[in-house]
């Protein structure tokens, strides 16, 4: 979703539902999620504020079992933007102005991709399908949530 604030007068405000397909990255790769939520625009006469909350159910598999599972990731956006094409690279050191989002000439702010960015970094490293998943055995691949096989007091020790 790109907003134009090229009409976007300083003091104003812009509050526009979110919903869009976004892929996420997770360890079996790529997946579409569906987000949906509300963001607002504040507009500063130096930049842009995004602010707003986004939803998506994520397709994922158990880190343990291998199980597919539904997380809900829940993500708070709050980012500042400035207007202008920001400063050339010089290398060397970073300095300030190496942190700073910048809205170029076209006055376009990808809403979609701040929205993508937030969520990839709710995705779980280990998903876990529930808090006491008992995984699969390491010599046959049973499903210890199913039951236990006849390797479990060995692999596990007990």
């Known amino acids: ?6 009409d976007l007068a300083p003091g104003e405000t812009l509050r526009v539902p979110f919903e869009e397909r976004v892929t996420l990255h997770s ?14 625009l504040d507009r500063a006469a ?14 994922l598999a158990c880190s343990r079992c291998l199980g597919s599972l539904a997380e809900t990731l829940r993500v708070d956006l709050d980012e500042e933007f400035s207007v202008g094409e920001g400063p050339a690279p010089r290398g ?11 809205i170029g000439a076209g006055h376009q702010l990808d809403v979609s991709e701040v929205v993508r960015q937030h969520l990839q ?4 490293m280990a998903p ?3 808090p006491d998943c008992q995984g699969l055995c390491p010599v046959c691949g ?5 039951g236990l096989c006849e ?6 020790g007990g």
């Open 142 to 146: 049973a499903n210890w949530n199913d």
């Open 128 to 130: 876990l399908c529930r």
């Open 27 to 40: 360890d079996g790769g790529a997946v579409q999620a569906q987000a949906r939520g509300r963001v607002q």
């Open 46 to 59: 130096a930049g842009v504020r995004l602010r707003g909350h986004v939803e998506a159910e994520l397709p």
């Open 121 to 124: 970094l709710a995705v779980p």
């Open 151 to 156: 390797h479990h007091g060995s692999v596990r």
């Open 1 to 6: 979703m790109l907003v134009e604030i090229r």
């Open 92 to 102: 060397g050191e970073l300095g300030p102005e190496d942190f700073v989002s910048w």
